[in-house]
């Protein structure tokens, strides 16, 4: 089994910083993926930013330049450093990585239970 959990969600003014964190735990080969998501009340989940294997990382253009997403691979942990918050960047964020298990060597995603972000005006 493999479990996520997130940190580090809560309430800030427009223009603030907040810094989140998601650790993976329990039968974990190796992590290709880890990446943030967010969904706001009546839209769709959206990708925040996504970090693979290598380095390689990609941001919704709506967050270019304010958010910047980083792994620690020896913990198993990522981060979502968010600056100049908006009213706008208010919704639930949502952990999710792509897991290669060791029981069975499957690639398989999972998802955190969802921290909430506020940013007021």
């Known amino acids: 089994q493999v479990q996520l959990v997130e940190s580090g969600g809560g309430l800030v003014q427009a223009g603030g910083s907040l810094r989140l964190s998601c650790a993976a735990s329990?039968?974990?080969?190796?992590?290709?993926?880890m990446g943030w998501y967010r969904q706001a009340p009546g839209k769709q989940r959206e990708l925040v930013a996504v970090?693979?294997?290598?380095?390689?990382?990609n941001y919704a253009d709506s967050v270019k330049g304010r958010f910047t997403i980083s792994r620690d691979n020896a913990k198993n942990t990522v981060y979502l450093q968010m600056n100049s918050l908006k009213p706008e960047d208010t919704a639930v964020y949502f952990c999710?990585?792509?897991?290669?298990?060791?029981?069975?060597?499957?690639?398989?995603?999972?998802w955190g239970q969802g921290t909430q972000v506020t940013v007021s005006s």
């Open positions: 999710k990585a792509d897991v290669r298990r060791v029981r069975d060597g499957a690639l398989a995603a999972y």
């Open positions: 329990g039968s974990i080969f190796s992590i290709n993926a």
């Open positions: 970090s693979r294997s290598g380095g390689w990382t």
